[in-house]
């Protein structure tokens, strides 16, 4: 699984995957956390929001078909876009997978990732001191 734009790649076994209790079980919001891997959630992964907004770009055949309170929700988001998920109700369904999930721009909160200030779209952060 990698991860646009930043390009962090994860592989993992999904059987042996433990549950990190962030949306459903090895969602993408789930396999994320378990890597340390940073995708905002502001209602903890229940489908209440649409924070944790992504964009599927490749292997989308891997990933569970959508719900209706998913597909109600995702509606919502900002940007939406023919493969737009929510991370926490994605989930992964084959270890064959290879699959690409884009962060939309507007939906990267550089001040948990390590940056300076929140939904600066494009932009970058500024340089370490």
């Not at 991860?3 to 390009?7: E, K, T, V, Y």
């Not at 939309?104 to 939906?107: A, E, K």
């Given at each position: 699984m990698t991860?646009?734009?930043?390009?962090d790649s994860f592989e993992f076994d999904l059987a042996?995957?433990?549950?990190?209790e962030h949306g459903k079980p090895k969602s993408f919001l789930d396999v994320a956390g378990h890597f340390g891997f940073h995708i905002e959630h502001a209602c903890g992964?229940?489908?209440a929001c649409t924070?944790?907004?992504v964009v599927i770009k490749n292997g989308e055949r891997f990933v569970s078909e959508i719900d209706d309170d998913e597909a109600?929700?995702?509606e919502m988001a900002a940007d939406l876009q023919l493969?737009?998920?929510l991370g926490c109700q994605a989930v992964i369904t084959s270890n064959d997978a290879d699959i690409t999930v884009e962060i939309?721009?507007?939906?990267r909160n550089y001040v948990s990732e390590g940056g300076g200030s929140m939904n600066l779209g494009d932009a970058i952060p500024p340089?370490?001191?």
């Open positions: 991860f646009l734009p930043s390009g042996s995957l433990p549950y990190g992964g229940s489908c924070t944790c907004h109600d929700r995702v493969g737009s998920r939309p721009s507007w939906n340089p370490k001191k």
